[in-house]
């Protein structure tokens, strides 16, 4: 008898610590849940739930279906199609331009040349700055008539290369891009540069032993190794590019004609523009959609070239 | 043995490139980094000349080198009715407070899913990795919302909040790399000792994770002090603008005047640069810590 109630009590004393490890579990986490949960995981059910609904914001809207996700890609006027290409052709630079830059100015720092440390704080010190601050800075860069640009076209006697640069069609996307990109070279360089330092003395000077040129070395033993410091710059490339809104904002405001609207400009101006919340969040939940798509899709192509 | 491995290891550090490489390939890549060193430092000198000039010296042919006559007044005018001041201040608050929220509850959140053995800490664990690529505006149409229904807009807490939130995953993912390099026993010997869980937390690992607050904060830094979109959405009235938002309050003002512009933008990047100057390699190692252990 003695014996059984001390197994049940056992039992029962087991049980009580793990409700209250349960309850400790949850307080430790708590923190934590609520502002995640609170700020992203429940908006974005609302944003996918009101992405179905015509919808203004303060009235109870009508429940439309799919329509304004038939609309987005369908409704030329909404501009979502070029907003689209408009990310897509910045992500492509960022990967196969800013990147490489990135890469090489990290390997070139691997090799330890005098004055490697100066040269990192100087190539992240642009990170570091403002977007805003950026935007400013290059619209004064860019100023038709007063711009450091023009008025050295001007000294060069290139006049014929003049341009309203963040106006005309033609130069709009082009002069979002270029700051864009040198201002986050420096951030994908720091990334891998602590990948190539990584690389185990060791192993290079194995390699060199038999015979590898630097080049060699960085190509064949380097890379292969920081290549899932790569792929991560890849993601923030790419996701980065699809929520680009910054610079848009202050240097064309999505303009001239709406020739450079990002999915995010668009957002905020069915917003305040034209009081469109439903679509508001159509755009919203396409571009989670769109940010996870491209995030597996570049795991996918990483795991397929290893084998 | 060991001295002839040195001597070999000597050798191939000297005879490692750059040094030893061809001077034609080792002379290009040195002026490859001189000319990006200029185009990364030149915008920030450019900004620094202009703040300091009158109109008439950016317009005329001056627009690249010093200033004739400093203008120290382009810096009272940017203080004074261009308020930079306040919007300084304000973005101190907002980033301070958002990296301490999301410290905290990091830590704790982490201290839950590595060191407590538990059913279902993998998923808790996969699920706050999600925030790692949900955008900022996935999130903003409800927010904007539920916030101005409440008459919540136009706070410090309104920026405060989500920035928290959005910098949360990256610190769970940073305190994660930290925290399972603690050897666990020192949780076994606290629990012979007879702490529970929050004075293990507190006393022994709250500690032993100092290193990790710099790297999650340069992180945090990085994400609050620059954002632009909520701010600019959520903040219309003067009082609480950040800096992003104030200064592009300045340049709507503005919009002929270059020098007072040019002051706010100095005011509001410098002392980020100089402190990051002052502790750079601190912040470099911080970042690159972040990146290994992530």
Known sequence: ?307 | MKEIKQSKAMKFDTTYVPKGSNPVAKTIIYILLIIWSVINIFPIYFMFTFSLKSNEEIFGLNVAGLPRDWLWSNYASAMGTGNMGLYFVNSILVTGASIAISLIAALMATYAITRIKWRGSKLTNAFFMLGLTIPIQASIVPVYVVLSKLHWLNKYSTLIVPYSAFALSMAILICTGFMVEIPYDLDEAARIDGCGLWRTFFKIILPLMKPAYSTIGVYSYLQCWNEFMFANVFISDSQHRTLPVGIKALSGQHTTDWGPIGAALVIATFPTLIIYIILCKRIQESFIAGAVKG
């Open chain 1, 1 to 307: 008898m003695a014996g059984q109630t001390s197994v049940s009590d056992l039992k029962k004393q087991r049980r009580r610590r793990d409700v209250v490890q349960g309850i400790n579990i949850f307080l430790f986490l708590l923190p934590g849940l609520l502002l995640f949960v609170s700020i992203l995981i429940a908006p974005i059910a609302v944003s996918v739930y009101r992405s179905m609904y015509d919808w203004n914001g303060f009235s109870e809207g009508t429940f439309i279906g799919l329509e304004n996700y038939k609309e987005l890609f369908t409704n030329g006027s909404i501009k979502f199609m070029v907003s689209l290409k408009n990310s897509l052709i910045l992500a492509a630079f960022s990967v196969f331009v800013q990147l490489p830059m990135s890469l090489g100015l990290a390997l070139i720092l691997g090799r330890k040349p005098k004055g490697e440390r100066f040269y990192l704080t100087v190539f992240f010190m642009p990170v570091l700055i403002s977007t805003v601050v950026i935007g400013q800075l290059w619209l004064k860069i860019y100023n038709p008539d007063y711009g450091l640009l023009n008025t050295l076209l001007g000294v060069l006697h290139l006049d014929s290369w003049k341009h309203v640069w963040v106006g005309e069609v033609k130069t709009a996307l082009g002069s979002i891009i270029v700051p864009t990109i040198w201002q986050y070279v420096g951030y994908h360089m720091l990334l891998m540069y602590a990948g190539v330092k990584g690389v185990s003395p060791d192993l290079r000077e194995a390699a060199m032993l038999d015979g590898a040129t630097a080049g060699q070395v960085d190509r064949y033993i380097v890379i292969p190794i920081i290549k899932p410091i790569i792929r991560v710059s890849v993601i923030f490339a790419v996701t980065g590019s699809l929520k680009t809104y910054d610079l848009v904002r202050i240097l064309t405001e999505g303009g001239p004609f709406q020739t450079t609207e990002v999915p995010s400009t668009l957002l905020e101006n069915m917003l305040f523009l034209r009081n469109r919340y439903g679509m508001g969040s159509t755009i919203s939940v396409m571009l989670i959609i769109l940010c996870f798509a491209f995030a597996l899709l570049i795991t996918a192509a990483f795991k397929e070239k290893e084998t």
